[in-house]
């Protein structure tokens, strides 16, 4: 269920504690309640439905228009295969694979002087490549009638509990099923026609704050013409995002001045935001604070790092994040973590636990493998069960990671939402 604490534009509801139980099968010995926090795991496949900053690493976001790359593939490579975009994307620095994914499909890559426009052809040692980056295509982001889990709307916000899978704003790749798109036709606003500079692709979706903003139309009574915006990453109305495959809870302004105001909230670190995660083990403390900065990791440009030591403050940023667990799971295999953002950098949450030795499950991105969770339940599960641990694993399609609570101020007062993640998509 959504509950609300009392202010004045809301109705308080039932209390804030939702249910979790980690099932794997029917047995008590496996079958856990928590106290407070409920929600149940991946014996459901998750319903269909990564933390806003520019470029996490303090980077200004490079127009690669235009530039060529003629180099032949070093001999080093050895006998494995090799795709064509993954080489390409390693020999010019900071440029993304959907970018050069479509400069290989507009035909503007030539291996040993033929055009090949697949772009998981793969090279090999000794391969002439030629590549010329395409020009930016403009993006455009048309109305469409998706169902929109609104939790609050009044002439100024939207709080929408989005579900997981869904990505927050159109990217190259991406220009339908978003956030926004369903925001566009609720609004009943025009086309949103995005510049040539660079946007944001789905697998950088982050929950950093610090971008550059596009408001919707004041009191979304429409706009009076497309908009064309030079901005890094369109997103109308959006002031914070979150990845695509983290379900929760963010707001949207309706207006100029409400996302101003939002906004320097947000850079105040003065809104109120808690998630939940499952864990694969138990973080050590069980409660505590992490104070490690965050950069782009060096060897996967779409992943970040916990950086330690000396830093480079153009390649890390401050991050810090408090967490405490709710309930351990399975045996010690897995918990239930309640998370509170003190800064909101790309993918703050998911590096940190990584750094703690406890990735998200289901994130294999940042090493919550399903051999990795398969690894944990089996030797605290009776071998009679082990069968239905490998298919509740199998369903795992995404990091367990959910935006609980969000408290902003509406019409004067403190409003604080609550997403039930039973309610949403949260069920792991």
Not at 138 to 166: C, F, G, S, T, W
Not at 275 to 291: D, F, I, M, N
Not at 295 to 304: E, F, P, S, Y
Not at 312 to 332: F, M, T
Request: with cysteine.
């Amino acid at each position: 269920m959504l509950s609300f604490h009392s202010c004045g534009c809301c109705r308080v509801s039932a209390s804030r504690a939702f249910q979790f139980q980690f099932q794997t099968a029917p047995s008590p010995s496996l079958f856990l309640s928590a106290t407070s926090y409920k929600f149940r795991s991946a014996t459901a496949s998750a319903a269909s439905g990564s933390a806003g900053d520019s470029d996490s690493d303090g980077e200004p976001k490079l127009n690669f228009s235009g530039v060529r790359l003629e180099e032949a593939v070093d001999s080093r490579i050895g006998s494995g295969k090799l795709r064509l975009d993954n080489w390409i994307s390693s020999r010019i620095n900071g440029i993304s694979r959907a970018r050069v994914q479509s400069s290989i499909k507009s035909g503007l890559v030539h291996v040993n002087g033929r055009v090949v426009d697949k772009v998981s052809f793969n090279v090999k040692s000794g391969d002439e490549i030629k590549c010329t980056i395409a020009e930016l295509q403009n993006l455009r982001a048309v109305p469409q009638n998706i169902p929109l889990d609104i939790v609050y709307e009044d002439e100024h916000v939207l709080v929408i509990n989005k579900p997981a899978h869904m990505v927050v704003h159109p990217a190259p790749g991406n220009t339908s099923g978003t956030l926004v798109n369903g925001i566009l036709h609720h609004c009943n606003l025009p086309n949103v026609e995005f510049s040539k500079d660079e946007a944001l692709s789905d697998t950088e979706d982050s929950d950093d704050e610090f971008n550059s903003y596009i408001s919707l139309a004041s009191s979304c009574e429409g706009l009076n013409s497309r908009l064309s915006v030079a901005s890094n990453s369109i997103r109308p109305g959006i002031v914070h995002r979150l990845d695509k495959g983290t379900s929760g809870l963010l707001v949207v302004a309706k207006d100029e001045h409400s996302h101003m105001k939002l906004s320097e909230q947000f850079k105040q670190r003065t809104i109120k935001r808690l998630y939940v995660s499952l864990t694969a083990g138990v973080p050590t403390p069980v409660a505590g604070r992490v104070e490690v900065p965050v950069g782009r990791d060096t060897n996967n440009r779409i992943r970040m790092t916990a950086v330690t030591g000396p830093v480079n403050s153009k390649k890390a940023r401050y991050a810090a994040s408090r967490y405490k667990v709710i309930e351990i799971l399975a045996g010690g295999s897995c918990s239930l973590v309640e998370w509170k953002l003190e800064t909101g950098r790309t993918h703050q949450i998911r590096a940190h636990a990584k750094y703690l030795g406890v990735p998200l499950l289901g994130d294999e991105l940042y090493g919550g493998t399903k051999s990795m969770v398969l690894s944990l339940l089996r030797p605290r599960t009776p071998i009679s069960l082990h069968s239905k641990i490998v298919k509740m694993v199998s369903r795992l399609d995404r990091p367990c990671l959910h935006a609980w609570t969000l408290g902003i101020p509406i019409q004067g007062s403190r409003c604080i939402f609550h997403a039930n993640p039973l309610q949403t998509s949260l069920r792991f």
